[in-house]
């Protein structure tokens, strides 16, 4: 009921659908792969919706939760897993177009503020503030935080700016991306970033620009 629901939307055009029978199935495909939304009925074979819902936030706390239940009492619990809303089954038709209404909403709202990097071990959704560097390696590239952790990921650099460079990344050097929030000095010798000893290197003909650029991202977050 709920697939061919979701088919008849308009946020849904050209995107795809997947229907798991138990909470395991779901787990599994989150693994390796990436979601939106997820609708989850408390009552399932193995892991219930609630558990699932735990399961999931161990993990990923950007995905959005919707709780679908026969009763108002056992959707509470899932309050303790961050859920955006429940919809009672009986009354699905009348409050689902509402709740994913709020679903979209959400997720327009945190893709303004993480980045999704997919690594060897699972998929991330970073806090752009928290970025300070990616770096090229050939196919490789690695992403700091400026709480010290790194991830590799393959991709192009190029696309990488192009996703970034509204969020204030600045490109000083072919193999670098820095979060110009982050920076506490710049010269056409180098990169010193707050709390972090790593020198970023600058290219001769890249200095002007990425020099502009920061000095137009600053403006911007002061206005």
Same mark, same amino acid.
């Given at each position: 009921?709920?697939?061919?629901?979701?088919?008849?939307?308009?946020?849904?055009?050209?995107?795809?659908?997947?229907?798991?029978?138990? @909470?395991?199935?779901?787990?599994?495909?989150?693994?390796?792969?990436?979601?939106?939304?997820?609708?989850? =009925?408390?009552?399932?074979?193995?892991?219930? @919706?609630?558990?699932?819902?735990?399961?999931? $936030? !161990?993990?990923?706390?950007?995905?959005?939760? *919707?709780?679908?239940? @026969? #009763?108002?009492?056992?959707?509470?619990?899932?309050?303790?897993?961050?859920?955006?809303?429940?919809?009672?089954?009986?009354?699905?038709?009348?409050?689902?177009?509402?709740? #994913?209404?709020?679903? *979209?909403?959400?997720?327009?709202?945190?893709?303004?503020? !993480?980045?999704?990097?997919?690594?060897?071990?699972?998929?991330?959704?970073?806090?752009?503030?928290? *970025?300070?560097? &990616?770096?090229?390696?050939?196919? &490789?590239?690695?992403? &700091? !935080?400026? =709480?010290?952790?790194?991830?590799?990921?393959?991709?192009? &650099?190029?696309?990488?700016?192009?996703?970034?460079?509204?969020?204030?990344?600045?490109?000083?050097?072919?193999?670098?991306?820095?979060?110009?929030?982050?920076?506490? +000095? +710049?010269?056409?010798? @180098?990169?010193?970033?707050?709390?972090?000893?790593?020198?970023?290197?600058?290219?001769?003909?890249?200095?002007?620009?990425?020099?502009?650029?920061?000095? *137009?991202?600053?403006?911007?977050? $002061?206005?």
């Amino acid at each position: 009921m709920v697939s061919e629901w979701l088919k008849t939307r308009p946020e849904v055009i050209d995107r795809n659908i997947h229907t798991f029978s138990c @909470g395991e199935a779901l787990l599994e495909h989150l693994r390796l792969h990436a979601l939106d939304i997820v609708f989850l =009925d408390c009552k399932m074979n193995g892991l219930d @919706g609630i558990d699932t819902a735990k399961a999931i $936030r !161990t993990h990923d706390c950007r995905l959005i939760i *919707i709780l679908l239940t @026969g #009763f108002v009492s056992y959707a509470m619990y899932g309050y303790g897993a961050d859920i955006l809303d429940f919809i009672l089954k009986t009354e699905f038709s009348v409050k689902a177009s509402s709740v #994913f209404s709020k679903a *979209i909403k959400r997720i327009k709202e945190n893709d303004q503020k !993480t980045y999704a990097v997919k690594t060897g071990t699972g998929l991330y959704h970073l806090n752009i503030s928290e *970025i300070l560097y &990616i770096e090229s390696h050939a196919r &490789i590239k690695e992403l &700091i !935080t400026s =709480d010290g952790r790194s991830y590799e990921f393959y991709g192009r &650099i190029n696309d990488v700016e192009k996703d970034l460079r509204e969020h204030g990344f600045i490109r000083p050097h072919n193999s670098y991306l820095v979060n110009s929030a982050h920076i506490r +000095i +710049i010269t056409p010798d @180098g990169i010193l970033l707050s709390n972090y000893k790593k020198e970023i290197p600058v290219s001769r003909g890249k200095y002007k620009q990425a020099y502009d650029d920061m000095t *137009i991202h600053a403006t911007e977050s $002061r206005l």
